[in-house]
């Protein structure tokens, strides 16, 4: 039973995600239970007979497909049909809280699903029963009930409008031109809701901060903000301005058919056949939703080509991890299952194997990846023992259902198969695995791993190059964040050691509302950014680089937004309920010592959850354009992808294919330092060889921007595997280049500069 946590005041607010399922000591008027039952997925493996490895796990994924009706508490109808048996076995004479109880669960299972007119229907009926003058309610189960009806009509006004309707500009805060409702009537009942619960509560209650946010974007979306909002409940203009100008990015996704509508997933970039041009996979949670291929065209467009990628049937994936697992030159996928669903999600992930000829093969129970299942959204490829090929960490979920639940660390055989050796390396974690990265922290050419728990404490395993691993997260000063989620290792200040950013995941509107309006709020609910000292420790520094925001991301990465050489990032907002509705966050990196929020002048603070994120050049112009797939967790909230097109900032880059030999192919854990002479100062610019944040993946091959720098003095190339440093001298700029482990000479790569646009 998920209980809803009223915070009477703000002085330390922390609310924690109600499908978390923590809320407790709680009156029990507002909590609307949402309980799943036994998912027979022992039994559809135990009966399972196929002809193939594969075959069978496409039966598997249909049937895991055929059991969500009922057995899937986020995208199941079964939930909607019990508690509608429940209210139809309801006495006539059953007790006024009784009825009003049903209503809410009932209207709150239908909006999850999508059904916004028979929500709204409900939650007016059970608004009729508590405002009844012979049952006084409690204020909390009042406010409440408006609350859920103005989020109801605010749903059903973005279906109407952002989603039938889409536009370049939709659902981009601030609201404008086209993004202005059309029909505006949900909007202007939700406004009549929000408004009875902030004339009757105070300001720092949670209703009221909900409320009041919820409020001023609803007048937004009728084009009446600020000047029609009431002044007491008015969020200031400047909260909807960024700290920077930049230009404005454009979403480009509906002209190039690249805007999908679906729930949130993953998303890759990367050369999938070796053409030099960025292809695009997506991916969905939707147990019945397709995986996507989309090929680069080399003219600006994209066409989708997923039957003749052989991926028709494999559905499912919040996230996406990409590699070159077998070293044959190809990029292969890791897709992930189950995520959130406790003892329900014990669904196979996919291993996809690249076979070279534009098609991919699910080789999961060829290659020892399908021998058991946990609920997972997280892994990352890794050399762990530098060996030469590519090792797999999943971070799986442990939870109150699965308690106990161990990660799994799968070494690479070196001929193509898998052995899950985490009890013996000391890494099995038995936490809710949120964020998996690796990153050699302490330079010592061994990989170490961090993992970010959501609701416990986070695991920074260094890697003793034995086999093992020690957790050193307390010891470094890492552990820290009880409720985090996307985590990565990067160098964002170009001193050539790695740091590590972790996100806080505990904010929600009422968080948002609250620190906007300047109330105190608790420091949980900000990242945090270690910066690593060259000694092999940390140093938390988020508050001094201005990393005091709150938000609670899901999809992230990072990339060189305006190509300076130092490393921004964006953050999309992942909350699955569906009243928290947060703007996306793009960070700048000013210099390597602060960062400033420009999601607002560029167009990113878009309000739709946001999950896979990708920074990838898909235009071969030097800069990196921001792919975006849309969407959260129940089918109310599925949502068109975005793709955000850079037009540039005047700065030079390069960009590097590098090919591993002795090293794993794929060059992952590889460093690349530029040395570069700009504006008459020497400085380096540093790039570690990965796929980026965890909920997206970059392209493999690596966009460094080098600012004004005319040409690059210096680029160094390190392998830790081989121990090989590669030294070339004087290249030009603006250029995609290949270095190839233990050569000589650089191949430059000649691909067409595209100008991107639909046919």
């Known amino acids: 039973m998920c209980k809803l946590r009223i915070v009477k ?22 909590s609307i239970p949402f309980e799943g039952s036994n998912y027979p997925y022992a039994a559809a493996t135990a009966t399972s007979r196929t002809p193939s490895k594969r075959q069978k796990m496409l039966e598997l994924l249909q049937r895991i497909a055929d059991h969500t009706s009922e057995e899937n508490t986020y995208i199941g109808s079964g939930i909607v049909r019990r508690l509608q048996a429940q209210f139809s076995s309801l006495p006539a004479d059953a007790p006024i809280r009784r009825q009003w109880e049903i209503h809410m669960q009932l209207a709150q299972a239908q909006l999850n699903l999508g059904k916004e007119t028979e929500a709204i229907d409900r939650f007016t009926k059970a608004l009729e029963l508590i405002t009844q003058p012979k049952f006084k309610a409690p204020s909390v189960a009042i406010n409440g009930t408006h609350f859920r009806l103005g989020v109801a009509y605010m749903r059903l006004g973005e279906t109407q409008n952002c989603c039938l309707k889409n536009t370049a500009d939709s659902c981009i805060l601030p609201l404008r031109d086209s993004a202005i409702h059309t029909q505006q009537t949900p909007s202007r009942k939700a406004i009549k ?113 997923t039957q003749a990628a052989g991926l028709m049937g494999l559905y499912g994936g919040l996230n996406l991890v990409q590699a070159d697992y077998d070293n044959d030159g190809d990029v292969d996928v890791f897709v992930l299952r189950g995520a959130w669903l406790g003892k329900n999600g014990k669904h196979p992930n996919s291993l996809l194997r690249n076979n070279g000829n534009g098609s991919f093969t699910d080789v999961t129970f060829d290659v020892g990846l399908g021998e058991v299942h946990y609920p997972t959204q997280t892994a990352s490829w890794g050399d762990y023992d530098n060996d030469g090929d590519l090792d797999l960490y999943i971070g799986n979920e442990s939870n109150e259902e699965l308690k106990n639940t161990p990660s799994q660390l799968f070494q690479n055989n070196g001929d193509g198969t898998f052995t899950d050796v985490a009890a013996k390396a000391g890494v099995q974690n038995f936490g809710a695995s949120k964020a998996i990265i690796w990153g050699d922290y302490n330079d010592d050419r061994w990989p170490d791993l961090y993992v970010s728990n959501l609701g416990g404490v986070n695991r920074l395993y260094r890697n003793n190059g034995n086999g093992t691993f020690t957790d050193v997260a307390r010891e470094l000063g890492v552990a820290g964040l009880i409720f ?44 945090h950014l270690y910066r690593g000292n060259g000694q092999g420790g940390f140093e938390e520094v988020a508050k001094q680089c201005n990393l005091i925001r709150p938000n609670a991301p899901m999809g992230s990465n990072f990339g060189d937004l305006d190509n300076d050489g130092y490393l921004d990032f ?59 797939q849309m969407g959260g967790a129940f089918p109310a909230d599925r949502y068109n992808n975005v793709l955000y097109e850079n037009d540039g900032f005047g700065n030079h880059w390069i960009t590097v294919k590098l090919i591993g030999i002795r090293s794993n192919r794929s060059a992952i854990g590889a460093r690349i330092r530029a040395k570069v002479v700009e504006n008459g100062v020497r400085r380096s610019i540093y790039k570690h060889v990965n796929s980026g944040g965890s909920f997206g993946a970059n392209p493999l091959r690596q966009t460094i921007g080098l600012g004004k720098a005319s040409k690059i003095e210096t680029l160094e190339v390190f392998w830790p595997t081989s121990g090989l440093t590669q030294t070339f001298h004087n290249i030009p700029t603006d250029q995609f280049i290949q270095i190839v482990e233990g050569e000589t000479t650089i191949t430059t790569l000649e691909l067409k500069q595209l100008k991107l646009s639909g046919k």
């Open 9 to 30: 005041s703000v002085t330390l607010i922390l609310i924690v995600p109600v499908f978390i399922n923590v809320y407790g000591g709680v009156p029990d008027w507002f």
């Open 193 to 305: 809701h929000f408004t009875e619960i902030l004339q009757n509560t105070v300001e720092r209650d949670f209703f009221h901060l909900q409320a009041r946010w919820l409020l001023n974007l609803a007048y937004m979306t009728i084009g009446a903000y600020p000047e029609q909002v009431p002044k007491p409940y008015l969020i200031p203009s400047k909260a909807f301005e960024s700290e920077e100008k930049i230009p404005r990015f454009t979403n480009i996704a509906p002209s190039l058919g690249l805007d999908t509508f679906d729930m949130s997933g993953g998303a890759i970039a990367d050369d999938f056949d070796n053409d030099g041009y960025l292809d695009i996979m997506v991916s969905t949670w939707d147990t019945a939703g397709q995986i996507r291929f989309f090929r680069n065209n080399h003219d600006g467009t994209f066409s989708e080509e």
């Open 484 to 527: 985090s989620f996307p985590a990565w290792f990067w160098d964002f200040n170009n001193d050539g050691v790695l740091d590590l950013y972790v996100s806080a995941y505990s904010a929600n509107i009422a968080v948002l509302a609250a620190n906007l309006l300047d109330m105190p709020v608790s420091p949980d609910v900000f990242a």
């Open 570 to 628: 964006y953050l999309g907002t992942g909350n699955p309920d569906l009243w928290n509705i947060m703007p996306g966050v793009m960070y700048r990196n000013k210099g390597g010592t602060r960062f400033v929020e420009v999601s607002y002048a560029g167009g990113f603070a878009h309000i739709q959850k946001g999950h896979g994120v990708v920074f990838a050049d898909l235009d071969n112009d030097g800069d990196q354009d921001i792919f975006e």
